[in-house]
């Protein structure tokens, strides 16, 4: 179980201090503190990369980690489609074979441990193909910070199966599959919604029986509606800290929105250190 980001932080105490290469940061005041505080915990250090144009930032920001003087990449006050227009770039880029997924973390008051959730930010309306790809990209990052057989959350708007509803077949599918062993390394249960997910109150309630309620260690969202309607209800109405990253490329990639304070943005880094 993952509690909080200063456990996250914890993990990092000691090990190797990484290198972030950032595109575009263009002298913005929250990059820099957060530069300014990354460094300052010791677990890693930046480039900077500044050039004429967005995407020329990007491709240069991504080449430094292709050519491995970088461990890490991070968006900084540009565009994200130039953005990813660097990262896919074939020659300076770096794309992996697999699926590229978002891997989302909320420090929530009222919470005991992180929520974590994919893919709220990436892929639009995944089929049950991707979102298989999406799940093994998180549970291994998931494996990757300590937690030894995640609890999975497949969502749905509720624990029936119902064929006129595509998020509830996906997720009896995805359950049915994990069970089978086609997706090692985790535990799914679904379809399930979010409150008995996360309450073994609301499970009572409801009658269900249910292996994972209240102990959930990630919630795999239907689609990027949903996994961006929670995590903007997380953050604007339940006070949440969010930290991001995006999974399935050749190192991690730190893809934080602009206005996003300093807070956020090392959270984000500390997060991704703590995947490599």
């Known amino acids: 179980m993952l509690r909080n980001y200063k456990e996250i932080r914890e993990k990092l105490n ?9 595109a575009a940061p263009k002298g913005d005041a929250e990059i820099l ?60 880029g770096i794309r992996g074979e697999g699926i590229l997924s978002h891997f989302a973390s909320f420090e929530t008051p009222g919470q005991e441990r992180l929520i974590i959730q994919t893919d709220g930010g990436m892929n639009m309306y995944p089929g049950l193909e991707e979102k298989v790809k999406i799940l093994k990209n998180a549970v291994d990052a998931l494996h990757r910070l300590g937690v030894g057989t995640p609890n999975v959350a497949a969502l749905s708007a509720n624990e ?32 399930i919604a979010l409150d008995v997910a996360l309450s073994k109150d609301a499970a009572r309630h409801k009658r269900i029986e249910s292996r994972i309620a209240g102990e959930t260690d990630l919630f795999l969202v239907p689609d990027i509606d949903a996994g961006n ?48």
């Open 14 to 22: 000691g090990g190797p201090v990484r290198t972030v290469s950032i």
């Open 33 to 92: 503190e957060a530069v300014r505080q990354m460094e300052e915990a010791g677990f890693a250090k930046a480039i900077l990369v500044d050039e004429a144009d967005d995407l020329a930032s990007a491709k240069r920001a991504a080449k430094f980690v292709r050519d491995g003087e970088a461990d890490v990449l991070m968006k900084g006050l540009l565009n994200t489609s130039d953005f990813l227009r660097g990262v896919l770039d074939k020659e300076d």
């Open 160 to 191: 029936a199966v119902n064929e006129k509803m595509v998020s509830s077949v996906d997720a009896d599918a995805l359950a049915k599959m994990c069970a089978a062993g086609g997706i090692p390394g985790c535990f799914v249960e679904g379809p």
């Open 229 to 276: 309607i929670m995590g903007k209800t997380l953050v604007c109405c339940a006070g949440a800290k969010m930290a991001g990253v995006v999974l399935g490329a050749r190192a991690p990639i730190v893809l934080v929105s602009r206005s996003d304070n300093a807070e956020s943005k090392v959270n984000s880094l500390a997060l991704a250190c703590a995947l490599l």
